[in-house]
């Protein structure tokens, strides 16, 4: 797993000329790094996972996943690193309140084909493995935030991704749970997952192997 | 497969969770398919009949009558058209032997018939002994008029009893007991044995030699019209004339049958030939044959049908755009919920599937309740008006759930593309 990015620029649609939220970022990242992306509001950090992720497009630059050069693939084919390469954590957990833990974690599992058996055997491992054994038929409401953040990192570990991105994964969270997440995020660097987080926490950024300070769009 | 399973499974939670809106999404389409399985089976319906009329009458049957609408530039132009007399008759009977049968009818309207006390409006018609060779609906008791009674020009007849009318809606009675001047005819047959008395109609008297029975209506073929001709009292067309009943002025209707289907072109000709020879050019008869009125009568029903079905498909269409909007709004609700889904891995393909899917699922189930409530309705409300119940064919509920899913289906394209196109970190952003 390897990432390298070179002059990636990125304008948002709107105003006159657009707003610009990258204007030339250029970093390698090796595979097993953990580094955290820190930096004020606005700065362009999560627009910067985004396109790590697949998520989003820059509008201008270099950037490869493994020596590929993804934005010139089919959005089929985009799809499947996405799937089964990175796993995301994010803030504000975006889990589907309408499934319950267990299927929840399953949904990436579904998504890349898996059987039906195996597919509940590996996310019931998963959710055993982030500490939530009993809790599979709990919706997201019934869980706490910190609870919850733990199925988002079980989701996240479903088709065993090479890199995790994890988008202010604290952000909502009390220290305790903080605390807890942060560990598991070390954990899961320390079995060789490249792991990216964004954070405005310096105490979290300082856990982290390398920072990656950004302003105004670029890196410090 | 698998995919296409899960979406299903989505679809379910999905429809469950929000069950107000998938109530009406159903609604809108039933409303469809409702209107889709009625027109079907109503056209259904009239294509059985006239296939069994056809059967029934066989295509060797055609009828000359007058042609009512001939135009005059001015009043002054005007002759009295020719007429087709009983001489006519005879010598069309001549000139084609091999007819199997030659079938003079005259009618007079409103004879006051005398039984005893009763006193009663009725009608009378003319014909010859060919007139049974006709499909015959009918029980004869007694005789019925022979050859010798129309060349004596005897004052002979035959009174037709009706059959039990076929089961009543209160409609139906209502008209019956407006417009049925002949009402105490009918009570007066059913009600006394005629056979053998003597009648007066407008002052002649008749002796009743027979008794036609109609057959019961449901034991009867359906003759073109619907229902068979409403005859009551027949007597030897000779005597109509004779006593004045029929006058010189008044054209006989002729019905043929040329005993065979093969020769029938020919036949057509060789009788608008006599008619030509006879009567000069001009368009004074109309040579109408059942093969024709019977193509006529599809041609029409099949233009009424295209009414109906189009008027189904308008309500499918509404039906259509009840699921893409409905489709459309859970997209926008769910774009967060498609932002999450793109993230963890599924693609455009994906999430277009799971749309559409849902949206064809809301057609199916839609279809299917359409289907029992166009079943279910369909009979009380029918009863009521008297239609009878069109038969409704296994294949007409499964047709209309099929197109209620068609639609639904293109009808999700565009939702489904909207939702599919959108970007992953857009998506994600939505509140």
Known sequence: MSINCSELTKVYEGGKAGWPALRGVSFEIKMGEFVAVTGPSGCGKSTLLNIIGLLDEPSGGQYSLNGRDVFTLSDLERSCPRRDEIGFVFQSFHLLNRLSSIENVALPLMYAGADRAATCERARLLLRRVGLHGKEKKIPLELSGGERQRVAIARALANSPKLILADEPTGNLDSASSKEIMQMLVGLNAEGITVIMVTHDKELAARAGRNLRMRDGRLE | ?431
């Open chain 2, 1 to 431: 497969m698998r995919a296409i399973l899960n979406a299903v499974k989505t679809g379910f939670t999905e429809i469950w969770a929000h069950k107000m809106r998938s109530v009406l999404s159903f609604l809108a389409i039933a409303a469809g398919s409702v209107v889709f399985i009625e027109s079907f089976a109503a056209i259904f319906a009239t294509y059985e009949r006239l296939e069994k009329q056809k059967e029934v009458s066989g295509m060797a049957r055609m009828k000359i009558s007058q042609n009512y609408s001939q135009t005059y530039s001015s009043p002054d132009e005007y002759v009295p058209p020719p007429v087709i007399g009983y001489e006519d008759v005879v010598r069309l009977r001549e000139k084609m032997p091999g007819f199997y049968m030659v079938s003079p009818e005259g009618r007079d309207w409103r004879n006051v018939l005398e039984y005893g006390e009763h006193r009663l409006t009725t009608s009378l018609m003319g014909v010859t002994p060919e007139w049974v060779k006709r499909d015959f609906v009918y029980t004869l008791r007694g005789r019925f008029l022979d050859w010798h009674d129309v060349e004596n020009k005897l004052r002979v007849c035959v009174l037709v009893k009706k059959a039990a009318p076929p089961p009543e809606n209160t409609f139906n009675k209502s008209m019956m007991k407006k417009y049925n001047f002949t009402g105490g005819f009918d009570m007066l047959v059913a009600h006394n044995d005629m056979l053998g008395k003597a009648v007066n109609i407008d002052g002649f008297t008749f002796t009743v030699i027979g008794v036609l029975e109609e057959l019961p209506y449901s034991k009867r073929p359906n003759t073109i019209t619907g229902s068979s001709q409403d005859y009551k009292v027949l007597a030897p067309v000779t005597t109509l004339f004779h006593y004045n009943f029929l006058g010189a002025y008044q054209s006989l209707d002729i019905s043929i049958d040329t005993g065979s289907e093969q020769n029938f072109e020919e036949s057509l000709r060789k009788i608008n030939n006599f008619l030509k020879i006879r009567f000069g050019d001009g368009d004074f008869f109309i040579v109408e044959n059942q093969l024709e009125m019977i193509r006529e009568r599809i041609a029409a029903s099949m233009k009424s049908a295209l009414v109906t079905i189009s008027l189904g498909m308008l309500a499918f269409l509404a039906g259509g755009i009840g699921i893409m909007n409905v489709t459309l709004a859970t997209v926008f609700a769910r774009t967060r919920e498609i932002g999450v889904r793109r993230a963890i891995g599924a693609s455009r393909r994906d999430i277009m599937l799971q749309f559409i899917v849902e949206a064809v699922m809301l057609g199916l189930i839609g279809g299917v309740l359409g289907s029992a409530l166009g079943y279910l309705w369909g009979v009380p409300i029918k009863v009521m008006l008297g239609m009878g119940g069109s038969p409704i064919k296994i294949w007409m509920p499964l047709v209309s759930v099929f197109i209620a899913a068609f639609t639904a289906f293109v009808f999700a394209i565009y939702p489904a593309w909207v939702a599919a196109g959108l970007k992953p970190a857009d998506a994600l952003r939505a509140e």
